[in-house]
């Protein structure tokens, strides 16, 4: 017990002379007990030193009690650590004193140059103990070689003085000896706690890595990385050496790096903390051959801050470099921006699309309610019965054109919506062709169109919705005689194509521009300009159509080109009761530019990847 309270209170008395600067630091912490531990030794086996001497020999001279006094550094060197904590002074300080004894006894003792070169010796181990003394450790060889050599000279009177006090000798030897070992095992010590500590850090960095996600680097002013910490890289199927030196600069995206360097200039220049966005290669893409096509890259937020200084003119010697995964979040915006601009593209679409459905609907809907006023007022109803049978085939006529745009409106609203199904059944094309011809051909004469159907034999029955079918007809017929002038020719051509029906209807009007056949197809989209329009229409009739071909599964081909003409293609499967989708929808449409000016004699059937001409 009392044993355990001495070791308790020595453990006090050493901690309580320990500087408020190293606490929390482990190995600073060790560095400085050891410190303290081997001169607190040494010290008191000086002090034990002084009343033996007075014992056994006699009062001591001044010169001895010089060197008693010179003795007391290392005590001294204790006090200045346990005031300031800096162990660079406090050892200087140590290391000194014993350089100070040497020289003392050597000038003001004759005789004991023995303990001089013992002394310097000690003060070399302690030198060679400290690494920043590597100069002094040259110093106090030469001192030690010195001093051998002159105390060589006189050996005899060394050993004679050094047998008369004997004991006074032993001693000394002893406490020497037993300093020099409290030095060595403070020296382990240390190591031992900076293992232990590295250790730990190590662990502790594995783990915060491993909770936060980033990849932590050391880099130097050029940008290149030091060292790697953590293994936090492999996550991302990168290696230490894929990081290391140039390795991680090469792989930044050559966009990038001009930011990436200024980033960390400015780490360098400054201490507030930077941040840049960077694209790093973190693998690359592959074909179906499993063949290297192109780099795959992801986004990291790179976090830089300047390390601390290590060198003596406070430059730093490297930039702490995180870069945290946030390819995620910049792929989601991204993707919010594309659905955003989707939304404002389609807010503003709906916007033009509600103007030209009020403007197509008020047209009809005026023609009716001022012609009707007008028979129905006395003072300006016509008297002539031709006037009145006139207004009244106005106002049929307007109400027939208003139920049509109405009833287009469902249909394309049923199609987006996928309310619309198609109802297969058995019929043949060529027949319902020639129906819808007849149906078309009044409205050909009157604007001195010429049909011309051309059908294939080899043909038969096909399983289709025939509503549907006849709807595309009439459309397609209806949309090539409104825009071919009087003279001009329509043609439709009917054949079978594989396990696929063609239709296919072209004309020799004034055709579509370039510019205007993206947007073939859009609800409401001419490609003639309002002010420019010589034809009323909705721009509702390929749209339909769209809607009718993608539920039946089918594609559609447009062909065109300023005064040369516009040939529309309609694939359908010869049985769409195996189609693939289930309620099916708008089916995109092929455009195919057609140089303005060509002459359009022939009929063109737009394949897949070719464009045939058939005479």
Avoid at 10 to 19: D, I, P
Avoid at 275 to 290: D, E, F, K, P, S
Avoid at 307 to 322: L, T
Wanted: a neutral charge; charged letters at 20%; aromatic letters at 6%.
């Amino acid at each position: 017990m009392s044993s355990f309270a001495d070791d308790s209170q020595y453990e006090s008395c050493v901690s309580a002379a320990l500087h408020e600067r190293v606490a929390g630091r482990p190995v600073d912490e060790a560095r400085h007990r050891a410190f303290i531990v081997a001169r607190l030794v040494v010290a008191a086996c000086i002090a034990l030193m002084a009343p033996l001497f007075l014992f056994f020999y006699r009062a001591p001279t001044t010169a001895e009690t010089v060197i008693f006094l010179i003795a007391q550094t290392p005590l001294i060197s204790v006090i200045v650590l346990s005031r300031t904590g800096d162990l660079r002074t406090a050892r200087s300080l140590s290391i000194g004193g014993w350089l100070a004894a040497a020289t003392a006894i050597r000038a003001l003792t004759p005789g004991y140059d023995a303990i001089s070169v013992a002394l310097l010796l000690v003060a070399l181990i302690e030198s060679a103990l400290t690494p920043e003394f590597g100069a002094a450790v040259v110093v106090e060889v030469v001192a030690v070689a010195v001093l051998a050599l002159t105390a060589g000279q006189n050996l005899r009177a060394s050993r004679d003085l050094l047998t008369e006090h004997a004991a006074a000798a032993g001693f000394l030897a002893a406490t020497l000896l037993l300093y020099v070992a409290t030095l060595v095992y403070g020296a382990v010590s240390v190591e031992k706690t900076r293992a232990r500590a590295e250790a730990r850090n190590d662990r502790d960095l594995m783990l915060l890595t491993g909770a936060v996600g980033d990849i932590l680097l050391h880099l130097d002013r050029a940008g290149f990385v030091n060292a790697v910490m953590g293994e936090r890289h492999r996550a991302f199927g990168l290696n230490r050496r894929d990081l290391i030196g140039r390795e991680f600069f090469q792989r930044i995206h050559v966009a990038d790096r001009p930011a990436f360097l200024q980033l960390v200039a400015d780490a360098f220049d400054g201490k507030a903390t930077a941040t840049v966005a960077v694209r790093v290669q973190v693998g690359v893409t592959r074909n179906l051959a499993n063949e290297s096509v192109e780099p795959a890259f992801a986004y990291f937020e790179a976090r830089m801050r300047r390390a601390p200084s290590n060198g003596e003119n406070g430059a730093p010697d490297a930039v702490f470099c995180a870069l945290r995964d946030v390819n995620a979040g910049i792929e989601a915006d991204i993707a919010l921006a594309a659905d955003r601009a989707a939304a404002e593209r389609a807010g503003s679409s709906n916007v033009r699309m509600l103007a030209d459905v009020s403007h197509e609907l008020r047209t009809p809907l005026n023609a009716i309610i001022g012609f009707s006023q007008m028979l129905a007022t006395n003072q300006i109803s016509p008297s002539e019965p031709s006037k009145q049978r006139e207004y009244a085939s106005i106002i049929s006529d307007s109400g027939r054109h208003l139920l049509e745009i109405v009833n287009s409106i469902l249909d394309v609203s049923k199609i987006e919506s996928g309310a619309m199904h198609i109802e297969p059944e058995s019929f043949a094309l060529q027949t319902l062709a020639d129906q819808c011809c007849d149906m078309m051909q009044l409205k050909a004469d009157q604007s001195g169109v010429k049909f011309v159907r051309e059908y294939d034999e080899a043909l038969g029955e096909i399983v289709a919705d025939k509503r549907a079918c006849r709807q595309i007809l009439i459309n397609l017929l209806s949309n090539a005689v409104k825009f071919t002038p009087p003279g001009g020719t329509v043609k439709l051509l009917i054949q079978a194509g594989g396990n696929q029906a063609i239709l296919a209807v072209a004309d020799d009007g004034a055709g579509i521009a370039p510019c205007d056949l993206a947007r073939l197809g859009d609800p409401f989209f001419q490609a003639r300009a309002s002010s420019d329009r010589r034809h009323e229409g909705t721009g509702l009739g390929l749209s339909v159509v769209r809607g009718l071909v993608g539920l039946h599964d089918g594609s559609i081909t447009v062909e065109s080109g300023p005064r040369a003409g516009t040939t529309v293609s309609v694939r359908l499967p010869l049985d769409c009761r195996h189609r693939r989708g289930a309620t099916g929808g708008p089916t995109r449409i092929e455009a195919i530019a057609r140089p303005g000016g060509a002459p359009a004699a022939a009929l063109v059937v737009a394949e897949p990847a070719t464009v045939k001409k058939i005479a």
